[in-house]
């Protein structure tokens, strides 16, 4: 294990040099002096195996928010295209980067584009097909805009079943949405359309097939989507069920023969003209901004893995200096003051990865808000409860010198590193987060952090080996019975 104490910070803290700080920032706390020797050993912690699981999720589309212009849609390029730059900055060789880089030329283009992609969706036999024939043949060619109609594989295997995700995506895709029903919404067909919703995907909701119903069924389906949707609702007939017509001849004579019906798309087709017409080119540039949001979101996933393969370390490396230290002073205040200097730089080293650039003050600061939303969050004494009743199994290992302190320290420091990164991958990309550190989500993300890491077949197997390395002579297989001690 290298111990950093060449680090003019790490060797203050380990000199008393951080006492009067301590005093100060947890003045209400140091009376409960029994925790307090494993709540300094706190600032840290959780399970490395979860590091390269947090990955930053992906960028939501806030559209209202913004207005849907050019401009607007260029910055988010602009932006995109930087994340790819920070991307190939850290990593040259990066097996996605070409792929990243050729689409950002793609979305430029795209803020040109003419024609208006318009996707046709929903479940099985509602219609889709028939829907599209009969736009294409009485409606398209009527237009000044150039429309393509894409019909998606079914939403939906069967009736109350999850969305298909291929399907969905090649909805999304498009700049305007028509979902077809044949009837009064399912709840996977609500859900799913309040999910496009949310992601400002623009829709008609279509109830086709509205002839197979008699006239109060079909106004009443009709009223209820209406008030489910609170937007955009039409009924259409695109392929009416044949009619039996009946002549009577002047002879007597009686002809009957099948007929067809004309569609009944009126309605649906002047609503999307109109739209069209009014703002078709604001639909190409929402569907562009998805598509740079997207793509941006992409190359910060990526991104985020490098810098957390470059963070798994630090965190380890830190975690054990922690715990030497803990292990080394069984006085609790010195503990205290050798873990929040450890803290203090871990912040800093972390940071310098995920360029959220600390000074020492403001490293210090950091720390000690972290110490003390553990404290309040409880998590300081539930770990060292759990770790304790592991390693009083055994009790030579539990006696010898500050086990369950040393123990402790590295699993907190470990929760606390792995919080650290998981508020940093929600940062945006080169935007110096020191100075505005978001203390209420640090707290949400140490809980999420904590609960992902209390598994107990994780916490034996970090015992054992945060033992092995305090107690280098205590044999492996003398913490066997501790296994069945949490189970």
């Not at 046709?120 to 219609?127: D, H, N, W």
């Not at 009126?266 to 740079?292: D, I, S």
Request: charged share 20%; glycine share 6%.
């Amino acid at each position: 294990m290298v111990v950093k104490l060449q680090r003019p910070i790490l060797v203050g803290g380990l000199g008393l040099s951080f006492s009067l700080w301590i005093l100060q920032s947890w003045h209400d706390s140091i009376i409960q002096l029994g925790e307090y020797s494993v709540l300094s050993l706190l600032l840290v912690g959780g399970g490395l195996l979860l590091l390269k699981q947090n990955r930053t999720k992906q960028d939501s589309h806030v559209l209202d928010s913004l207005p849907v212009d050019r401009e607007t849609v260029e910055s988010a390029i602009a932006k995109t295209e930087a994340v790819i730059n920070h991307l190939a900055g850290e990593a040259e060789n990066h097996h996605a980067l070409a792929a990243l880089r050729e689409k950002i030329p793609q979305l430029y283009s795209e803020l040109d584009r003419e024609e208006i992609n318009l996707a046709v969706t929903g479940g099985k036999s509602v219609g889709k097909t028939s829907l599209i024939q009969v736009l294409k043949s009485h409606w398209c060619s009527q237009l000044q805009k150039t429309v393509c109609l894409q019909e998606t594989t079914p939403l939906f295997a069967e009736a109350g079943e999850r969305s298909d995700t291929a399907a969905l995506t090649q909805a999304k895709a498009t700049d305007f949405i028509l979902f077809l029903t044949n009837g009064d919404l399912t709840d996977t067909e609500f859900q799913t359309i309040q999910q496009l919703q949310a992601e400002k995907h623009r829709l008609i909701l279509v109830f086709n097939k509205q002839d197979q119903y008699l006239a109060d069924e079909r106004a009443s389906i009709l009223l209820s989507l209406k008030q489910r949707m609170q937007s955009h609702v039409v009924a259409t007939s695109a392929s009416p069920l044949l009619v039996k017509v009946r002549k009577h001849n002047d002879d007597g004579s009686v002809q009957e023969w099948m007929e067809q019906p004309a569609p009944e798309i009126q309605q649906l087709t002047q609503q999307l003209g109109e739209t069209l017409a009014q703002q078709g080119q604001q639909l190409v540039w929402a569907t562009t901004m998805r598509k740079a949001l997207l793509l941006k979101a992409e190359a910060k996933n990526y991104l985020n893995g490098v810098r957390c393969d470059r963070a798994h370390p630090v965190i380890e490396q830190y975690q054990w200096i922690a715990a030497a230290a803990a292990f080394a002073n069984p006085v609790p205040a010195l503990d205290i003051l050798a873990t929040a200097a450890i803290n203090a730089q871990m912040v800093v080293d972390l940071g310098n990865i995920y360029q959220q650039k600390f000074s020492l003050e403001q490293a210090k600061t950091v720390a000690g808000e972290m110490g003390s939303l553990m404290l309040k969050l409880g998590l300081v004494e539930l770990s060292s409860k759990v770790i304790g009743t592991v390693l009083k199994s055994h009790a030579i290992t539990y006696v010898a010198g500050g086990a369950v302190q040393g123990v402790s320290a590295a699993y907190l420091t470990r929760l606390a590193g792995l919080s650290l990164v998981e508020y940093f991958q929600q940062q945006e990309v080169a935007v110096n987060s020191a100075t505005g550190f978001n203390v209420e989500k640090l707290g949400q993300t140490l809980q999420k952090v904590f609960q992902q890491n209390q598994q107990v077949a994780f916490l034996q197997g970090f015992v054992k080996q945060g033992v092995k390395r305090l107690l280098p002579e205590v044999a492996e297989g003398e913490l066997v019975g501790a296994e069945k001690a949490v189970g």
